[in-house]
């Protein structure tokens, strides 16, 4: 029995644009290893291809709707062409961006970032590990890089029964790399930094705010620098703020690499030091918010709730008249109307008439496919101080 029999709620998923299906929707369930499988619906009727993890909540997530299909090399070598297809505008502007966003690009559970010569894979299902040399013999012929790290020591894998690892599957990848992204340089660091090595879901929101910044600008959450580097192009002067005193030596050793001096580093947590700004009648004309997730599960949006309005209330009092607020969440489970109306009972407290100057999202490297949620977790908005 390789075939895995779904209810008519599993079937409606797939029908609606979503590739995954859970395991209570499972009727039947294929006796064999983790892999590529061949769905049915409950009449018999096959309806695709689809990726089988025996462990996980998520038992199937479709690859291929078409139950003639074959999941080799082949069909692994065109999935990623198209998905590196889409990417080509970019290559004038940077030699970092996601080469395979999972679901975004119809390859489920498998992230491929591409930093200059190199190439950090995550393999995030057991049904997708199975194809770990395809896959890696896709991105070799279709990218020649010069080394593939597989960044797998991300939790979810625990899920999938995987275990958590950073091994290189080929040639070699060095400890950091040098990006440039729309001129600005850093070091992202593969083995060792936040997701893959940097935040590369940002870099058009960098690029933009970069170009609107002026006069005295603060970049809370700052990591090594990112949106900070951009910012001191145009600003007078810049304050880098994280609470890793690590991520801030690497973000002056960025400043330094891009010849900037008017950047300046605190260590401080951003919800004190906004506090503290305000008690001393301190105003910036540019403020970036771009914090950590803090809402991970579905449970936690009421406190991160209150935890982005409170960051955003007193980034607004922080403003001087005419000043730019770049704030954003990558919290998937906060919704984009949900940060609109934070965002709205902010200003409302803070007594303050601002208006929205751009709404933003994610780069075209990291597509949200509108019938898939979980592919989009980016909102920004690009605020403006009328008073
Ligand atoms: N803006 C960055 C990404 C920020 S990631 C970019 O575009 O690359 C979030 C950062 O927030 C991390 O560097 C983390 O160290 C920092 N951080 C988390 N909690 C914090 C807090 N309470 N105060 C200040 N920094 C914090």
Redesign the pocket.
């Known amino acids: 029995m390789t075939v895995a029999r779904v209810n008519a709620k599993g079937a409606r998923r797939w029908l609606s644009g979503h590739p995954w299906i859970y395991r209570t929707d499972v009727v039947e369930r294929p006796l064999m290893e983790a892999g590529a499988v061949l769905v049915h619906d409950q009449r018999g009727k096959p309806l695709g291809w689809a990726l089988w993890s025996p462990q996980s909540e998520i038992s199937l997530r479709l690859l291929d709707r078409d139950p003639d299909a074959s999941i080799d090399q082949a069909w692994w070598d065109e999935r990623i062409a198209s998905a590196i297809a889409r990417r080509t505008p970019l290559e004038d502007h940077t030699n970092a961006f996601r080469l395979i966003h999972g679901e975004g690009d119809g390859c489920p559970s498998l992230i491929c970032d591409h930093y200059d010569a190199w190439l950090v894979v995550q393999f995030m299902s057991a049904g997708l590990e199975r194809f770990r040399e395809e896959i890696v013999t896709a991105l070799r012929s279709l990218v020649v890089p010069d080394g593939v790290l597989a960044r797998n020591d991300v939790p979810l894998r625990s899920k999938e029964g995987l275990p958590r690892e950073t091994v290189l599957l080929h040639g070699d990848v060095p400890r950091e790399i040098e990006v440039h992204e729309y001129g600005v340089r850093y070091v992202a660091a593969p083995w060792t930094g936040?997701k893959t090595g940097?935040?590369l879901?940002?870099?058009e929101?960098?690029h933009f705010v970069g170009t609107v910044a002026r006069g005295r600008a603060l970049?809370?959450?700052?990591?090594?620098?990112?949106?900070a580097l951009h910012l001191a192009r145009k600003a007078t002067h810049v304050t880098a703020?994280?609470?890793?005193g690590p991520?801030l030596q690497r973000a002056a050793d960025n400043a330094e690499r891009n010849s900037l001096t008017n950047i300046s580093f605190v260590e401080?947590?951003?919800?004190?030091?906004l506090r503290e700004k305000e008690r001393e009648g301190t105003t910036f004309d540019t403020i970036?918010l771009?914090?950590?997730a803090f809402a991970k599960t579905r449970a936690a949006v009421p406190g991160a709730l209150r935890g982005y309005k409170d960051i955003n209330l007193r980034a607004m009092r922080l403003l001087a008249p005419g000043g730019l607020l770049y704030t954003?969440s990558?919290s998937f489970h906060l919704s984009k109307p949900l940060f609109l109306e934070m965002l709205q009972e902010a200003a409302a407290d803070s007594g303050r008439r601002i208006s929205i100057r751009a709404i933003t999202g994610q780069p075209i490297d990291h597509p949200e496919v509108l019938t898939i949620p979980e592919t989009g977790y980016i909102k920004g908005a690009l605020l403006e101080m009328m008073d």
């Open positions: 936040q940097a935040f879901d940002q870099r929101n960098r970049d809370c959450f700052s990591y090594h620098g990112s949106f703020l994280d609470s890793s991520a401080a947590n951003a919800f004190d030091f970036v771009d914090p950590p954003a990558c």
